[in-house]
């Protein structure tokens, strides 16, 4: 009988220290994982709720400028930091160029500058908002051949969108 007993305890130990250490491996794992699906989803939900639609566009290949106006069409707002961030190509189709970020007046070849058509001042781009894009680039085509514009925010939104530039 004692030796029942004795082997049911060394079970029962080695049992409860199996539990322990399948506890200290897998614990951390879990807690790592709830660390990225919870900064997965937020950055899910930032991009669903963030949308920008292109609503006109203008070029002119003497001027060597475009003029684009895009709107916030999406639920939430998008700070001022993540429009200076964004990337904006311009030029001709399979011929564009990434410009560089300027303050107004653009001075140089190869710029855009962009100006929150803001209703209350806050300096962020809220939904129903427009923002204007201004840009310069040599490669802007001539007249009636096509224009290739792209906007990406640093979230990874993305609008992209040909015209026909004009003069």
């Given at each position: 009988m004692s030796s029942e007993t004795f082997t049911t305890a060394m079970f029962l130990i080695a049992?409860?220290?199996s539990a322990g250490?399948?506890?200290?491996?897998?614990f951390p794992v879990i807690y790592t994982l709830s660390g990225t699906?919870?900064?997965s989803s937020?950055?899910?939900?930032?991009?669903?709720s963030t949308d920008v639609k292109i609503i006109t566009t203008y070029a002119s290949h003497s001027d060597h400028a475009a003029h684009i106006w895009l709107k916030n069409v999406g639920?939430?707002?998008?700070?001022?930091?993540?429009v200076r961030g964004a990337d904006v190509f311009l030029g001709e189709q399979g011929n564009f160029i990434r410009l560089t970020r300027a303050e107004i007046p653009l001075n140089g070849n190869g710029e855009w500058s962009y100006s929150i058509l803001d209703d209350n001042g806050?300096?962020?781009w809220d939904p129903g908002e427009t923002l204007y894009?201004?840009?310069r680039t040599g490669l802007?085509?001539?007249k009636e051949e096509i224009v290739y514009f792209q906007f990406v925010l640093p979230s990874g939104i993305s609008r992209s969108t040909t015209f026909t530039a004009s003069d």
């Open positions: 049992a409860i220290i250490v399948l506890i200290n491996a897998v699906i919870s900064s937020h950055s899910v939900d930032e991009r669903l639920t939430s707002r998008i700070p001022d930091a993540s806050n300096n962020y894009i201004q840009a802007i085509p001539a």
